[in-house]
C-alpha cells in the first residue's frame, strides 16, 4: 500500500516527466531516465523481465514506449522497497546484536 511519501514521490515524478518528456516516454527517453548505458542494454533488460513496467504497443511504431505515469508508480515503488530493505536490514542488525549481547 503507498505511503503518503510514496504517493507524493509518484505525483512530482510523474509531473517531471511529462514535463521533459511528454506523456509516453520512448526507449531512448527510458534509457536516459533509468541511467541504462544503451537502448539494448535496456531492451535486454525488460526482455529479461528485470524491469516490471507497463509498456505500450503503439500502432506503426517500433520500440518500447511507456507512460510518464507509470514509470513514476514504477520509480515510487522502488523507493519504498527500497526502504523496507533498509528498514529489514536495521531490524535484523538490532536483532542480532541482542542476541549476542544475550549469550
Same mark, same amino acid.
Given at each position: !500500500? ?7 514521490? !509518484? ?13 509516453? /516516454? ?11 548505458? %544503451? ?6 533488460? !525488460?526482455?529479461?523481465?528485470? /524491469?516490471? /513496467? ?5 500502432? $506503426? ?19 519504498? $522497497? ?6 529489514? %536490514?536495521?531490524?535484523?542488525? %538490532? ?9
Amino acid at each position: !500500500m503507498p505511503t503518503d511519501q510514496s504517493t507524493e514521490l !509518484m505525483r512530482v515524478s510523474a509531473a517531471h516527466l511529462i514535463g521533459r518528456y511528454g506523456l509516453v /516516454l520512448d526507449g531512448a527517453a527510458l534509457v536516459e531516465v533509468l541511467r541504462y548505458p %544503451s537502448v539494448s542494454a535496456f531492451e535486454r533488460s !525488460m526482455q529479461r523481465g528485470h /524491469l516490471k /513496467l507497463k509498456t505500450l504497443k503503439l500502432p $506503426n511504431r517500433r520500440g518500447i514506449f511507456v507512460h510518464a505515469q507509470e514509470l513514476a508508480q514504477y520509480l515510487a515503488r522502488a523507493s519504498e $522497497n527500497e526502504q523496507d530493505e533498509l528498514e529489514d %536490514s536495521r531490524s535484523e542488525s %538490532s536483532h542480532t546484536t541482542r542476541i549476542e549481547k544475550g549469550a
